[in-house]
């Protein structure tokens, strides 16, 4: 008995060193935010976008973290990721953009998303774009979906999605490390109700189940203690994350606000690396939306083609936890038996955490533009499969190993295609210069379109600024105060400058100040000179006055 039971100590001893060793790497509180790896707190107004908010968050502290940019300079699109993880399914079915993302009728900005939907948009090749390219609030959900693919690639931005990975909420220090090496996690959880103690703002409704959104987590304080209601129910023990809200920075804690550890709604936690696509990277990939419907070790393959010549670097595949997963690129023989060739490159590593990653592989393999190839992947445990209604794959593409025999999964309807992709290097091929001039405000480019990856090169035009004419006299108030204006014979635009009774340049507020003290009815001066009244707001103002001069004249001439 004894000698059974000694191994087992030494195994529990090793564990609990190599954990306070861990531990010790993790400090009890810790703000990304104040090492400058967060962006600024966005505001998602009435659209159902937190999920997008969220990632996007995750995405911009990556790279700012491995030193492409910093809090003040990184800005990416939620409009852009949130269109892809609504919408995508509508694209060209023979663009690589095809079958990610779930049909929703209506506007595309009123859904939410739910992580699945990110992840199916994210891991496709379409990357992020910039801010400036697509910003969210100009952009209604018709005006997005008249972009083409090609269009909304081409933002100008090479950055693509690593690792998506789904983080163990059920051990702190899996989510915490991973805040350390890149900056934010996105949390899914109820934010029906929140509540401000004194200490922070801090969720949640504690009756709630289910979780209705989605927010960034940038750090955390293991001794934090909420105070107020819902206190005693939702911080069953001290320590709280961070979090960066989608809502403004007039919300809460200038946007951010504390979520309690033991928040009970507390349902996923996605953590998301980016990667700079400077090389000329091609996804080979049938996409879709992964799902669990094997419990068992499977085997599968997907059969691609390569469009250019180049090496088969990077294999990019979704695992369930706790998994091995071996993979093979093999040469077609064509027999539709996808193991049946030459091994041409290979890949085994285990995962802890569920999601989908990229790797690179050490040996890569040679391939010549129109050969095709397999990759197969054997995993040890229960495999998520893509759900065919969102994948592109097709007759003798897609395999799945049953009783030992190869099965194309075109031909039978419950089991779907691995998620396992290929990524082929090769060398850029640039499409024809596309110009756009700039205008007053607006920066315009030339840029080319690397047809096999989407790599953009561009040059900004700056943009030009106003022509305006010489300002000219337009009004004149109480006070001496007079109104010049000047128009831009380009665009149109008007300004208005205030002078003073010396001609001395005044500020919108000086020249109110000055009409008011030299009028009775000095609130409609002011309106009037502001000129951001309706005139029904004009009347209500002029009402008011109206009738506080009165009451304030027979105030002080009547004897009561
Ligand atoms: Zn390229
Ligand atoms: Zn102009």
Known sequence: MKKIVSPILVVLIICAVCMTAFAADIPSKYSAVDKGYVTCVKDQGDFGACGAFAAVSCLESDYIMQGYGTKDNTDFSEAFLHWYAVNSAWADEKSDYYGDGVLFSGSVYNQGVVDSDLVSALKTDSGIAFERDFPYSAYTASKMGSYSDAQRFASGCNVRIKDIVELDISDRTDVQSWILKHGSAAVTFNGTRFYTGTNGTVANNPLALVNNHEVAIVGWDDD???????????????????CKNSWGEEWGDDGYFWLPYSDPTINSIMGISVTVNNECTDKYSYNGYAIYT?????????????????????????????????????????????????????????????????????????????????????????????????????????????????????????????????????????????????????????????????????????????????????????????????????????????????????SLKEAEEIVSSNSFFSGIYTNII???????????????????????????????
């Open 224 to 242: 934090f203690i909420a105070q107020g209601a819902f206190s005693s129910l939702v911080m069953r023990n001290k320590g709280a994350w961070l």
């Open 530 to 560: 502001s000129g951001f009244r309706t005139s029904a707001q004009l009347f209500t103002d002029f009402y008011k006055t109206v009738m506080m001069r009165l009451v304030y004249f027979f105030a002080t001439i009547l004897p009561f």
């Open 294 to 506: 094997s419990s068992k070790p499977v085997k599968g393959a997907n059969l691609f083609t390569a469009d250019q010549s180049g090496s088969i670097a990077k294999v990019a595949f979704y695992t369930a936890p706790d998994t091995d997963i071996k993979i093979g690129v093999y040469s077609d023989k064509g027999n539709s038996v996808p193991d049946s060739g030459k091994m041409l490159a290979s890949y085994s590593g285990h995962y802890d955490d569920e999601g989908y990653y990229t790797v690179k592989l050490a040996n890569p393999a040679a391939i010549k533009k129109g050969d095709s190839f397999y990759v197969v992947a054997e995993y040890s445990t229960g495999c998520p499969f893509e759900i065919s209604e969102y994948t592109s794959s097709g007759a003798k593409q897609s395999y799945i190993l049953v009783n030992d025999k190869w099965t194309d999964v075109n031909d039978t309807r419950d089991a779907n295609n691995v998620p396992v992709d290929a990524i082929i290097v090769g060398v850029h091929s640039y499409g024809p210069n596309q110009h756009k001039d700039p205008t007053c405000t607006t920066v315009g480019y030339d840029m080319k379109v690397c047809e096999h990856c989407g790599k953009v090169v561009r040059t900004d035009i700056p943009a030009k600024g106003h022509s305006f004419s010489e300002w000219t006299r337009a009004d004149s108030f109480r006070g001496g105060i007079t109104a010049y204006t000047r128009e831009c014979s380009v665009c149109g635009e008007k300004e208005r400058q205030f002078r003073d009774s010396n001609g001395n340049i005044i």
